[in-house]
């Protein structure tokens, strides 16, 4: 079984910044793509932004410019520097990638809050 878990996020005033983490652990043979997802209360889940193995990246159009995804392969872990922060980033936050272990598999992990406010 493989496991993502989140770390980093919290309370932030408006134009601050926060790094979140998701490190993979278990049977790993090799990560592909990995993303970032969020969830904002009352709103479905969206995509924020990916990263491939080669790291080539894509970001939603509500955070270009102001957050960076980075993967280190050697620590099974991704990153998203998120500055500038606003009001609008205020959400659950979730890591995903697809992890070939037994076969190439879809996992998520438990979430971490962001919360942007003043």
């Known amino acids: 079984q493989v496991q993502l878990v989140e770390s980093g996020g919290g309370l932030v005033q408006p134009g601050g910044s926060l790094r979140l983490s998701c490190a993979a652990s278990?049977?790993?043979?090799?990560?592909?793509?990995m993303d970032w997802y969020r969830q904002a209360p009352g709103s479905q889940r969206e995509l924020v932004a990916t990263i491939t193995i080669g790291g080539s990246t894509n970001y939603a159009d509500s955070v270009k410019g102001r957050f960076t995804i980075s993967r280190d392969n050697n620590k099974n872990t991704m990153y998203l520097q998120m500055n500038s922060l606003n009001a609008e980033d205020t959400a659950d936050y979730y890591c995903?990638?697809?992890?070939?272990?037994?076969?190439?598999?879809?996992?998520w992990g438990q979430g971490t809050q962001v919360t942007v406010s003043s």
């Open positions: 278990g049977r790993i043979v090799s990560i592909g793509d």
């Open positions: 995903h990638a697809k992890v070939r272990d037994w076969g190439w598999n879809d996992y």
